[in-house]
């Protein structure tokens, strides 16, 4: 009984590089949501997704960052040419579809940018 | 922009004693309100939850007091132990909505 799974724990990125963060749900949830928590700050929201669908991304920044559910397969959050600012935890939360309405996080992709 | 609203940033608080975070939202349409431990490392973990037809929740040491013409909601923790010792975070969603907003944490350190 696996909870949400992301990888890489840790990911270290030069500046103008590509980071690609994974989060594998819960099985049976269909809902994921990337929250995004700086040093000393709280959980920023970022995306919420579906499969193969973007329900609400008003979190995400508009250049360089996307986010992408598929049918087959995790949940994927890309940065594109990665700036040192962009260095953060990436949590990704779970969900059931209809149901009790607390997320279940996995352990979250420690970036840095240097 | 900030939905929710807590404070104190962090606490301190001897062992044995209370805990309380206090959390303010202004959204009425929010009626699922969770805090969340987290420690360091860890991703966030889901501790307790209240809906606003209750104005009390209780699960062990931890209770959640919900204010709903205040719009405002805490948490206790009785009994303060030093493996209580992590960041704390309410949150609200609206109805029937996935989208979960935080407050920004507090700190919790309980001294043996």
Avoid at chain 2, 2 to 8: L, T
């Amino acid at each position: 009984n696996a909870g949400v799974m992301q990888n890489p724990r840790h990911l270290v990125r030069r500046r103008g590089q590509e980071a690609r963060l994974r989060c594998s749900p819960m099985k049976g949830h269909s809902h994921v949501y990337w929250y995004r928590q700086l040093p000393e700050e709280g959980l920023k929201f970022m995306v919420y997704l579906q499969k193969e669908n973007i329900i609400d991304e008003s979190g995400m920044p508009k250049e360089r960052f996307s986010a992408e559910f598929p049918k087959e397969g995790p949940s994927i959050l890309r940065i594109q040419q990665v700036v040192r600012g962009d260095s953060a935890a990436y949590f990704c939360a779970s969900s059931p579809r209809g149901a009790e309405r607390g997320y279940t996080f996995g352990s979250g992709t420690r970036l840095t940018v240097v | 922009q900030q939905q929710v609203k807590q404070s104190p940033q962090s606490l301190i608080v001897q062992k044995g004693g209370i805990s309380i975070i206090n959390c303010a939202y202004e959204n009425t349409a929010f009626d699922y309100f969770p805090w969340y431990q987290q420690f360091p490392g860890k991703g966030p973990a889901l501790l307790i939850a209240i809906r606003p037809d209750v104005s009390e929740k209780k699960e062990g040491r931890f209770t959640i007091s919900f204010n709903k013409s205040a719009k405002q909601f805490s948490l206790h923790i009785m009994d303060s132990q030093p493996g209580d010792s992590a960041t704390y975070f309410c949150a609200a969603t609206p109805y029937n909505n996935n989208d979960m907003r935080f407050g920004a944490g507090t700190r919790l350190t309980v001294k043996p």
